[in-house]
């Protein structure tokens, strides 16, 4: 299952408290301030990831806490540094500090997001002493952590998004064009969440659960509608088996205009599959029909490597045309 939408608590590390001591040893009864200064707390941290799937790991954990800072000794023994805390969420995850209405993106795997800063150190009273003060016996307790609650929401980063209505063939085609392996049946709605491939460097995402009325929430189709905002072209697949290929096109559009009217300007190629359950007839009538509306046409078959291959040769084209 894969989680898209998590509530997250964080909580940095908090400041060890300064150490207020002063030095008694063998010699001295009585000495001046040797109390050593707190550890800072740890950091929280979020880095990209490509595994889509790592927002799984808050689904049950709603809150993460890093480690506090060691306090500090006396001798002037400073107190540890917590160690700092990396998450690691998909790329393509936006996360909104809810107090501070703030909004941040993940979109590589190299840089850091600083969500919560850990608490510093307090001073030890060896920080005090003064020409006035020689003997200070107080010590400054460590900083709280930052504490913020974070909504986490993926919207996946693919460069191609397959999309049409249940059952057009789209998770067979993924399996065809790259190292995905989705469940693949003969029955609506096998695909239950988004699946993606790597075609070459080329990252393709199947979008799953679009039937009529899925922007106001009917079917899979409002939970998965956002994953297609960041695609760069679409291949709107439909089965040649059916009858009502124009009405079924027209569905999926209508839905996209429903629930964000940039995704009717991204570049789209229509792609009919199942070519070998229809005859040369109904094929050029199609093509025919959808080449009249400016449409960009390609059929294809698993049935028929070369037409794979030339969905494969088309498709790095327009990559590299945009």
């Known amino acids: 299952m894969l989680i898209d939408s998590v509530t997250l608590l964080v909580k940095a590390g908090d400041g060890g408290n300064g150490s207020s001591s002063l030095l008694h040893n063998g010699l001295t009864f009585k000495g001046g301030p040797d109390g050593g200064d707190g550890g800072n707390g740890g950091n929280i941290y979020l880095q990209g990831s490509t595994n889509i799937n790592d927002l799984r790991e808050f689904r049950f954990k709603k809150k993460i806490v890093a480690q506090d800072g060691t306090a500090g000794g006396r001798q002037k023994l400073f107190g540890k540094n917590a160690p700092h805390l990396t998450l690691l969420v998909p790329l393509g995850t936006?996360?909104?500090?809810?107090?501070r209405k703030k909004n941040y993106e993940i979109t590589d795997t190299k840089r850091l997001l600083l969500v919560a800063k850990g608490g510093k150190g307090g001073r030890g009273n060896?920080?005090?002493?003064?020409?006035?003060?020689?003997?200070?016996?107080?010590?400054?307790?460590?900083?709280?952590?930052e504490e913020k609650k974070l909504l986490l929401e993926l919207r996946?980063?693919?460069?191609i998004?397959?999309?049409?209505?249940p059952n057009a063939g789209k998770s067979s085609i993924l399996s065809a064009l790259t190292n995905a392996n989705p469940k693949i049946a003969d029955y609506p709605f096998t695909t239950l969440e988004p699946n993606i491939g790597m075609m070459e460097n080329h990252p393709i995402a199947d979008i799953p659960g679009l039937i009529e009325g899925a922007a106001q929430g009917r079917g899979l189709g409002a939970r998965f509608l956002k994953h297609?905002?960041?695609?760069?072209?679409?291949?709107?697949?439909?089965?040649?088996?059916?009858?009502?290929?124009l009405e079924r096109y027209a569905t999926v559009r209508q839905e996209f205009e429903r629930f964000n009217k940039a995704l009717l300007e991204k570049s789209e190629i229509i792609l009919l599959t199942k070519t070998d359950l229809a005859s040369e007839k109904t094929i050029k009538k199609y093509k025919l029909l959808f080449e009249k509306r400016g449409k960009q046409m390609l059929t294809c078959s698993?049935?028929?490597q070369k037409?794979?291959?030339?969905?494969?040769?088309?498709?790095?084209?327009?990559?590299?045309n945009i």
Not at 126 to 145: D, I, L, R, V
Not at 161 to 165: A, E, M, V
Not at 228 to 245: A, F, M, V, W
Request: glycine share 6%; proline share 1%; hydrophobic share 40%.
């Open 307 to 320: 037409s794979i291959d030339a969905l494969h040769v088309e498709l790095n084209m327009l990559i590299e």
């Open 94 to 99: 936006s996360i909104i500090d809810t107090a």
């Open 228 to 245: 297609i905002e960041k695609t760069r072209i679409l291949i709107h697949c439909i089965e040649l088996t059916d009858n009502t290929i």
């Open 126 to 145: 060896t920080a005090f002493k003064s020409a006035t003060n020689q003997t200070p016996e107080y010590a400054e307790y460590g900083k709280k952590g």
């Open 161 to 165: 998004g397959l999309i049409g209505l």
């Open 156 to 159: 996946l980063i693919a460069e």
């Open 302 to 304: 698993l049935y028929d």
